[in-house]
């Protein structure tokens, strides 16, 4: 009798597997039960059917379906209107997909906002591996927040499938899900009231080029000098791609944009938030452009507009090298930096919450707090709420003393420390170009600087080395952000 049971549970497993594989009616990956789905934003239903095949798309929220036939690649794509998100309304909707002898469900649906999650490792930091992980994850249990971690894969072709499952947010599904993202989509739930998407996509080790289109690349002559042809011109560009993570592939120019950011393109979604740099931080310019022209081929490949992009500055770390001078990392910071020029996109500051002898701190909550709250301010509209710390507007000049002055919108409330101690790393140079630590007190919005060292300072610089953890901040507690006053050229230390 056992045996019978067994050998009809195999009939029924490979009928259904034989099911699957014969289907025609096949929908992206990327449409899944348990999504949410965009509000406010037309909405595409794309997958592949027998060209000619008429497909016929419903949303419970719909009085008609809206019809479309599959081309004569077997591609179909329709369009279908999605209502505005109201607060506190967490109706499960279902969208139904079929054609004459076929038939898919998407069920479990929610409508709210979905953003996009992408960088290397410090964005892939998964929720058990932070420092509050004992109490966040087992409080993580939200099921009006959905996520998606896609599958790794490299490609020398754009493809359109992706591994990964649309899941609820539990103490379960959380666990492994980027720290970032969850706080980030967290904060969001909690200030909005609606359903929230997160789609992780990144994988650590990566390089911005690898999430740059071919074609955007080759288009660019600085882009396709330093990353682009030294690649082509290579034995590496000629092997077979295949899954396999190494942490020389995920640097490879555009493999990572084929293989895990296209399949996404036709996704609406609000935004976008990433964290890297680190493998990119011995460029300077290069990198600023790459990551812009990135952002634009992303905006572009999405085609829903200006979208917003709120990345994340690297946080401080000595990289072995113990000498507290040194600044090479401080200019990728500001290289950085100099990424926010472009159009509707933001950086978030982790000075403070670095660990500087750990490339992966682990207190990841505040800086997906803080994705949050410039999203709340700069794509939501709540003008209250603060995103920015202190930023640099000028400094004067008189005998011993420096006045550091910040842009008043960014400390509204005035300065303080997070510690109750003086703020720390300041420096500040002479016309030999000498930098020696400053003493440095607040006064209301401004700092006033010393240094018995300098006679009569020219230039002043905060945080400007490779791995200083900081205390300055305004009264929303965002920390300064780093800056120098001069223009001088960077100076390569002796070997």
């Given at each position: 009798?056992?045996?019978?049971?067994?050998?009809?549970?195999?009939?029924?497993?490979?009928?259904?597997?034989?099911?699957r594989?014969g289907?025609?009616?096949?929908?992206?990956?990327?449409?899944?039960?348990?999504?949410?789905?965009?509000q406010?934003?037309?909405?595409?239903?794309?997958?592949h059917?027998?060209?000619?095949?008429t497909?016929?798309?419903?949303?419970?929220w719909?009085?008609?379906?809206?019809?479309v036939?599959a081309?004569?690649?077997?591609?179909?794509?329709?369009?279908?209107?999605?209502?505005?998100?109201?607060?506190g309304?967490?109706?499960?909707?279902?969208?139904?997909?079929?054609?004459?002898?076929?038939?898919r469900?998407?069920?479990?649906?929610?409508?709210?906002?979905?953003?996009?999650?992408?960088g290397?490792?410090n964005?892939?930091?998964?929720m058990?591996?932070t420092l509050d992980?004992?109490?966040?994850?087992?409080?993580?249990?939200?099921?009006?927040?959905?996520?998606?971690?896609?599958?790794?894969?490299?490609?020398?072709?754009?493809?359109d499938?992706?591994?990964?499952?649309?899941?609820?947010?539990?103490?379960a599904?959380v666990?492994?899900?980027?720290?970032v993202?969850?706080?980030?989509?967290?904060?969001?739930?909690?200030?909005?009231?609606?359903p929230?998407?997160?789609?992780?996509t990144?994988?650590?080790?990566?390089?911005?080029?690898?999430?740059?289109?071919?074609?955007?690349?080759?288009?660019?002559?600085?882009l396709?000098?330093?990353?682009?042809?030294?690649?082509?011109d290579s034995?590496?560009?000629?092997?077979?791609?295949?899954?396999?993570?190494?942490?020389?592939?995920?640097t490879?120019?555009?493999?990572?944009y084929?293989?895990?950011?296209?399949?996404?393109?036709?996704l609406?979604?609000?935004?976008?938030i990433?964290?890297q740099?680190?493998?990119?931080?011995?460029?300077?310019?290069?990198?600023?452009?790459?990551?812009?022209?990135?952002?634009?081929?992303?905006?572009?490949?999405?085609?829903?507009?200006?979208?917003?992009?709120?990345?994340?500055?690297v946080?401080p770390?000595?990289?072995?090298?113990?000498?507290?001078?040194?600044?090479?990392?401080?200019?990728?910071?500001?290289?950085?930096?100099?990424?926010?020029?472009?159009?509707?996109?933001?950086?978030v500051?982790?000075?403070d919450?670095?660990?500087?002898?750990d490339?992966?701190?682990?207190?990841?909550?505040?800086i997906?707090?803080?994705?949050?709250?410039?999203?709340l301010?700069?794509?939501?509209?709540?003008m209250?709420?603060?995103f920015?710390g202190?930023?640099?507007?000028?400094?004067?000049?008189e005998?011993?003393?420096?006045?550091?002055?910040?842009?008043?919108?960014?400390?509204?409330?005035?300065?303080?420390?997070?510690?109750?101690k003086?703020?720390?790393?300041?420096?500040?140079?002479?016309?030999?170009?000498?930098?020696?630590?400053?003493?440095?007190?607040?006064?209301?919005?401004?700092?006033i600087?010393?240094?018995?060292?300098?006679?009569?300072?020219?230039?002043?610089?905060?945080?400007?080395?490779?791995?200083?953890?900081t205390?300055l901040?305004?009264?929303?507690?965002?920390p300064?952000?780093?800056?120098?006053?001069?223009?001088?050229?960077?100076?390569?230390?002796?070997?």
């Amino acid at each position: 009798m056992r045996c019978f049971k067994i050998i009809c549970l195999l009939l029924c497993f490979s009928t259904a597997l034989f099911a699957r594989e014969g289907e025609k009616l096949k929908l992206s990956p990327v449409l899944q039960s348990n999504m949410v789905v965009q509000q406010n934003q037309p909405f595409k239903v794309w997958g592949h059917a027998p060209a000619g095949t008429t497909i016929a798309i419903q949303a419970d929220w719909m009085s008609s379906p809206v019809r479309v036939t599959a081309d004569a690649d077997s591609r179909f794509i329709g369009i279908i209107p999605v209502p505005v998100a109201k607060k506190g309304d967490f109706t499960r909707h279902r969208i139904t997909i079929s054609s004459d002898d076929e038939k898919r469900l998407l069920d479990n649906v929610l409508i709210g906002e979905t953003w996009i999650c992408s960088g290397q490792s410090n964005m892939q930091f998964k929720m058990h591996e932070t420092l509050d992980s004992a109490r966040e994850v087992p409080a993580a249990d939200y099921p009006q927040v959905r996520l998606f971690s896609a599958g790794l894969n490299f490609s020398n072709e754009p493809l359109d499938s992706i591994g990964g499952t649309w899941q609820e947010c539990t103490p379960a599904s959380v666990r492994t899900f980027s720290a970032v993202g969850y706080h980030f989509g967290r904060e969001l739930f909690a200030r909005l009231n609606v359903p929230v998407g997160l789609v992780f996509t990144g994988i650590g080790a990566s390089a911005a080029q690898a999430y740059v289109p071919q074609e955007v690349l080759a288009a660019d002559t600085l882009l396709s000098r330093v990353y682009l042809q030294p690649y082509l011109d290579s034995p590496k560009s000629q092997e077979k791609i295949d899954g396999g993570f190494t942490f020389e592939k995920v640097t490879r120019p555009f493999l990572l944009y084929n293989a895990i950011i296209h399949p996404f393109v036709n996704l609406s979604v609000k935004g976008f938030i990433w964290y890297q740099g680190e493998s990119n931080r011995a460029e300077r310019g290069s990198y600023t452009h790459l990551t812009q022209t990135m952002i634009q081929s992303w905006r572009a490949g999405f085609g829903q507009g200006n979208l917003p992009f709120y990345y994340v500055q690297v946080a401080p770390f000595w990289y072995d090298m113990a000498d507290a001078t040194l600044a090479d990392y401080a200019f990728f910071r500001e290289a950085q930096e100099q990424v926010s020029k472009l159009a509707n996109t933001e950086m978030v500051v982790t000075m403070d919450v670095g660990e500087s002898r750990d490339l992966h701190p682990k207190n990841k909550k505040p800086i997906g707090v803080r994705l949050a709250k410039t999203a709340l301010n700069r794509t939501y509209g709540f003008m209250e709420v603060a995103f920015q710390g202190p930023k640099f507007d000028y400094a004067t000049f008189e005998n011993q003393q420096v006045q550091v002055h910040f842009r008043p919108e960014t400390v509204r409330g005035g300065l303080e420390t997070n510690d109750g101690k003086a703020p720390a790393h300041f420096f500040v140079a002479g016309a030999d170009r000498q930098f020696y630590p400053a003493a440095a007190k607040i006064e209301g919005g401004r700092i006033i600087l010393t240094s018995l060292k300098v006679r009569r300072p020219v230039a002043v610089r905060y945080a400007f080395t490779n791995f200083p953890v900081t205390n300055l901040q305004n009264k929303d507690g965002l920390p300064a952000l780093p800056f120098r006053s001069d223009d001088w050229p960077e100076i390569t230390p002796k070997k």
